[in-house]
């Protein structure tokens, strides 16, 4: 079983509203990610760090924010939320020469 | 750019049947090939990977079979049980340097008891 953390796991907000997604592992890996997955499933990067204070967006362009303060957290804030911002938002880690990705149960985010 | 076709999107199969899903990889330096089962409400979890210097791994009632020079891997899953049902995702990626994965687009397998 992965130990790696996502709060809240539902969110219904209003549009306008700032909202910050948590992602916490105690694996100790240095590598997170941020994959954003719409209905029809598919997955899509939107960020990852490697490691403390270091953050690059991914291949979907988004306009959530993330930071690396410390190796086992990796929020995603979104300043704004709108409509356009509801989905599913899953976060990962690996550890550093590994490839295997450990995913976290996803926030399901909803933005009226 | 790099993509992974994955077919077919949905796929049912009686209990005990065989299931096969297949991928496509465009980046030929791509050397390293997980697959993940989502469950619902859950996130993916890696079932079986293969890398490029190996052709077919197996574990217990799942197998993936790799062909690089078609640029193809499949996922077969033996004696299905209704427990398989869930979302598979093929991924490509390259061992070194970033190890950015490349997603397909995700097959849901239902198996009917």
């Given amino acids: 079983e992965a130990d790696i953390y996502q709060t809240p796991r539902y969110l219904v907000i209003g549009t306008g509203k700032k909202i910050t997604l948590e992602c916490s592992q105690t694996m100790g890996h240095d590598k997170m990610y ?14 990852y760090s490697y490691g403390v204070n270091s953050t690059e967006k991914g291949d979907l362009s988004s306009e959530s924010t993330v930071s690396r303060i410390r190796t086992e957290h990796f929020p995603l804030t979104l300043e704004s939320a709108r409509p356009s911002h509801t989905s599913q938002y899953l976060c990962a880690s690996s550890e550093q020469g590994h490839e295997k990705l450990f995913f976290g149960s996803g926030t399901q985010l909803s933005v009226l | 750019g790099e993509n992974v076709e994955q077919h077919p999107s949905t796929l049912s199969v009686q209990e005990g049947d065989s299931a096969v899903i297949k991928c496509t990889y465009s980046d030929s330096a791509s050397n390293y090939f997980p697959w993940y089962k989502q469950e619902l409400g859950k996130g993916p979890q ?3 990977d293969i890398r490029s210097n190996v052709g077919e791994k197996k574990d217990q009632r799942i197998a993936v079979t790799l062909n690089k020079t078609a640029k193809h891997f499949s996922l077969h899953i033996t004696e299905t049980q209704p427990e398989d ?6 991924a490509a990626s390259k061992t070194s340097g970033t190890y950015k994965y490349i997603f397909g687009t995700g097959t849901r397998l239902k198996v009917l008891a």
């Fill in chain 1, 34 to 47: 941020w994959y954003q997955q719409d209905p029809g499933m598919e997955l899509h990067l939107i960020h």
């Fill in chain 2, 46 to 48: 890696l079932i079986i």
């Fill in chain 2, 85 to 90: 049902s869930a979302v598979y995702f093929c």
